[in-house]
């Protein structure tokens, strides 16, 4: 009997992927999910977003023992225990990678253990442990993710030299950490480790950390880690980086040229990340890539009929979770036949998860002047936020950027306390197209954090009461 072709089979379960997969089974289409590790969830799951945030929640409360004297609290010689903080990161990890099995099976998605070929027509090679298959499809989708750069001549390993998959099981906090890349990755390991006691160098090529944000959120968070006595150097190199059998040791050059040799006992490479296409059969496809990633439409189509790609492994793509979720929902709708809306790259948040956090959606202020907005900007420190005094955490502000004549909402920017939970209002403000006059007419509840939103956007009129 003829085998049945799939309506969809999905390659790689991060988010993206196993949400393309879920979907695809709400709608009723035939689905089958690929995935060549034995676990699901991809990077994000397990060995990114989740077990990162796992430790930062850790730190937070790591840190509000130490100095919960301030809080009339006394705890007397609290000690911090590694192994459960890593135990407790893998229970969450595997608790959700488990449920996303649940999910799938909920969904009627096959799930099928294996490295995947794409072998052009629809087909797809499966090489899993009980041996090779062919599987057929009426569409694909490529959700293969990403992987760590790691800088020439240098590859990792669990002791010396770390990527974001190493430094996630490492046994003990280690004495000193250097960093270089002090994007994302960069900074919040930082920011974990500091608060466990390590000594922090971070270096970074680039003139500011977190280059991406706004130029006035790069130089609070370089102030506050400078306060916190992270060493933050930037326009800055590591070179000569070598293994001692104790650490590892590095020639760093300064912005001003002058050079030191600096020794630590782990070094953590964060440049960025590069995408997982190869070895997947682009090449019996007419998918065509830039720089290794792939060209998709704003329906997630390749250059392939049938084969959509989403996530990571996308040209262009904010390497972002929530955005391969997002172009996952717009490819099965695609080829379901239902609506399928682009995405709006101006309404993407981004969420750092430091001390103090970041959040931001939409255009910086240098970003909207550049494309010739006439530009008005709001501005508030949650220095007058009574919630933010409460909790202890009033470093920072929220930044609006808007448009003239009509108050535009074109960018918001915030770093300070739960920065990454209250730029939804943001983003739901910016996606309804409401105008800062709507956002002062809006009542936010005293005394919370997000009231501090409501002064920002009063603040782009010289209305902020607070400040």
């Known amino acids: 009997m003829e085998k049945v072709p799939y309506d969809l089979i999905v390659i790689g379960s991060g988010p993206g992927g196993y949400s393309a997969a879920i979907r ?19 990077t994000c799951l397990l060995v990114g977003c989740i077990p990162t945030k796992s430790l930062l929640q850790t730190a937070d409360v790591w840190e509000r023992f130490v100095n919960s004297e301030k809080e009339g609290i006394l705890c007397e010689n609290p000690r911090l225990d590694y192994p459960k903080v890593m135990g407790r990161k893998d229970d969450i990890v595997s608790k959700h990678s488990n449920g996303v099995a649940m999910l799938l099976k909920r969904a009627k998605v096959e799930r099928i253990t294996g490295s ?41 390993d669990p002791e010396f030299i770390l990527t974001n998959i190493e430094i996630l099981s490492l046994k003990a906090v280690p004495k000193s950490l250097a960093i270089i890349g002090a994007g994302a990755v960069g900074v919040e390991f930082a920011s974990i480790f500091k608060r466990f006691g390590t000594d922090v160098t971070l270096i970074e090529m680039l003139p500011r950390i977190v280059p991406l944000e706004d130029e006035d959120v790069s130089k609070e968070l370089e102030r506050n880690f400078r306060k916190q006595k992270i060493r933050t150097e930037t326009g800055a190199r590591a070179e000569n980086i070598q293994k001692t059998g104790s650490g590892v040791k590095l020639t760093l050059t300064t912005r001003d040229g002058k050079q030191e040799t600096l020794e630590t006992e782990k070094l953590l490479v964060a440049v960025g990340r590069k995408p997982n296409s190869d070895r997947i059969g682009l090449e019996n496809t007419r998918v065509e890539l830039d720089r ?56 993407i948040p981004a969420c750092t998860y430091t001390e103090p956090g ?34 202890g955490h009033h470093e920072g502000f929220i930044k609006v950027v808007a448009g003239e004549p009509h108050g535009e909402i ?54 902020s009461i607070n400040a």
């Not at 060549?36 to 969830?41: E, K, P, T, V």
């Not at 794409?118 to 599987?135: E, F, M, P, R, S």
């Not at 189509?301 to 996308?314: K, S």
């Not at 739960?418 to 409401?434: N, P, R, T």
């Open 410 to 463: 074109l960018g918001v920017h915030i770093i300070g306390p739960e920065a990454f939970e209250l730029i939804g209002e943001a983003v739901a403000a910016m996606e309804a197209e409401a105008t800062v006059e709507v956002m002062m007419q809006t009542i936010h509840a005293h005394p919370t954090l997000y009231e501090a939103m409501g002064e920002a956007f009063n603040a782009v009129y010289g209305l």
């Open 116 to 156: 995947a070929t794409l072998l052009g027509g629809g087909k797809v090679g499966v090489q899993g442990d009980g041996g090779a298959q062919t599987l057929e499809a009426r569409n694909i989708i490529i959700a293969t993710g990403s992987e760590a750069r790691m800088l020439p001549g240098l590859a990792p």
């Open 24 to 42: 695809a089974g709400q709608y009723g289409l035939k689905t089958a999910l690929v995935e060549r590790q034995a676990r699901l969830g991809g």
């Open 292 to 347: 290794g990633f792939i060209k998709v439409n704003d329906r997630q189509q390749t250059g392939e009929p049938g084969v959509y790609a989403i996530g990571d492994v996308v040209a262009g793509t904010p390497q972002l979770a929530h955005v391969a979720t997002r172009e996952g929902m717009i490819a099965v709708a695609h080829m379901a036949g239902k609506q399928a809306v682009p995405i709006n790259r101006n309404r």
């Open 358 to 391: 970041i959040g931001s959606v939409g255009l910086t202020e240098a970003q909207a002047k550049a494309q010739g907005h006439t530009v008005k900007v709001g501005r508030f420190p949650f220095a007058g936020d009574s919630r933010a005094t409460i909790l």
